[in-house]
């Protein structure tokens, strides 16, 4: 590999550009040599914006033409099944946006293919927000040390809310018709109804069935899911009990999600901003009462101001070099979608 990681992008619609390309494009340590878009138009457009050499009207041409080290795809989910091992085979690095497919056959597919060629990195970008990265280094600690006692209990907290927060500013956008993909087929284990619900369940919520995993670290299992739809109860490997509220109220104009991580002497609390928002990392408050006398302390330390989308094209390029391991790789992701599809059986009864 060069000095410079040669990207190719799949697809620059509006998370490809502005999540993704634009945090590419301004980072030393690569280089988009080449872009795929299915709408000529948009793709000239995008790549003359950024500065992007060669443009391909698909991903195949891309890949026949083309020295690559990783690629970056940002597609509609429903079509990772059908993209996502014909990317893999190519032996390369890939990125592409959570949740890993529409359903649990898909995402089977999906593991399958990255185990015989490349490897895939899913976009959970809010493990890359400096915020939580510290956290879960204080997490992890003080689980090994345990100076605030065991860990008790894990809640998080994400109402519906402005998640663009001004981020899609600078979008390029053309008049072609949006062009008909092919997808997945639908799960074979649900209905339409039910399955409609878990799409929309794992295209909003899966940021937050994964965050617990990662906040937790160890897997966990759905025990109920309130038949009102705000709330999944779940209990760690370990028996710790945790908690997702989905959207028990809705915010506007904000963003206010957040994840309380609670020892017998005192919690991590991690406040996390709007996904699209720029040059703006969450926040983390640490509260350590010892008891016996000592006096209780609340910190708040100051994390990098950078935002999670750029922190996380930072960590998929660090993976891409071996630096680190992949934030969340395909194993994973899938058990992300067994969770929600537990979820989806307590709470519809299918």
């Given at each position: 590999m060069s000095d410079k990681i040669r990207l190719g992008f799949v697809g620059v619609g509006g998370m490809g550009q502005c999540a993704h390309l634009r945090n590419y494009a301004s980072l030393d340590g690569?280089?988009?040599?080449?872009?795929?878009?299915?709408?000529?138009?948009?793709?000239?457009?995008?790549?003359?914006?950024?500065?992007?050499?060669?443009?391909?009207?698909?991903h195949r041409e891309m890949l026949a033409d083309e020295r690559l080290d990783a690629i970056v795809a940002s597609q509609p989910f429903r079509r990772h099944g059908v993209l996502l091992p014909e990317l893999l085979a190519a032996g390369l690095p890939v990125f592409s946006e959570k949740p890993l497919a529409g359903c649990i056959e898909a995402g089977e597919k999906i593991v399958a293919a990255a185990q015989s060629g490349g490897w895939l990195m899913l976009g959970y970008n809010k493990r890359s927000d400096p915020a939580?990265?510290?956290?879960?280094?204080?997490?992890?600690?003080?689980?090994?040390?345990?100076?605030?006692?065991?860990?008790?209990?894990?809640?998080i907290l994400m109402p519906a809310g402005e998640w663009i927060a001004g981020g899609f500013f600078d979008l390029v956008r053309t008049d072609e018709p949006y062009p008909k993909l092919d997808q997945e087929p639908p799960a074979s284990d649900m209905d339409d109804e039910t399955f409609q619900a878990y799409v929309a369940f794992v295209n909003y919520y899966i940021h937050q069935v994964n965050l617990m995993r990662h906040l937790l670290g160890e897997s966990y299992e759905v025990t109920h899911a309130d038949p009102s739809g705000v709330l999944l109860v779940g209990r760690s490997e370990s028996g710790v009990c945790c908690t997702i509220e989905t959207s028990p109220y809705q915010t506007t104009v904000d963003w206010q999600e957040s994840a309380l991580v609670c020892f017998e002497k005192g919690y991590v609390k991690l406040d996390l901003p709007a996904p699209m928002v720029l040059n703006r990392p969450g926040r983390v408050e640490i509260l350590r009462d010892p008891g016996g006398g000592a006096t209780p302390e609340t910190v708040v330390p100051q994390v990098p101001q950078v935002h999670a989308m750029r922190q996380q094209a930072v960590n998929f390029l660090a993976a891409v070099r071996g630096e680190m391991p992949p934030m969340t790789d395909a194993a994973e992701a899938l058990e992300d979608l067994k969770v929600a599809r537990e979820y989806i059986r307590l709470w519809k009864g299918v």
């Open positions: 690569c280089e988009v040599v080449a872009l795929a878009e299915l709408r000529p138009e948009l793709g000239r457009k995008v790549a003359a914006k950024y500065g992007v050499p060669q443009v391909y009207p698909d939580t990265m510290y956290a879960k280094v204080e997490i992890d600690r003080l689980k090994a040390s345990g100076d605030l006692g065991a860990i008790k209990y894990v809640r």
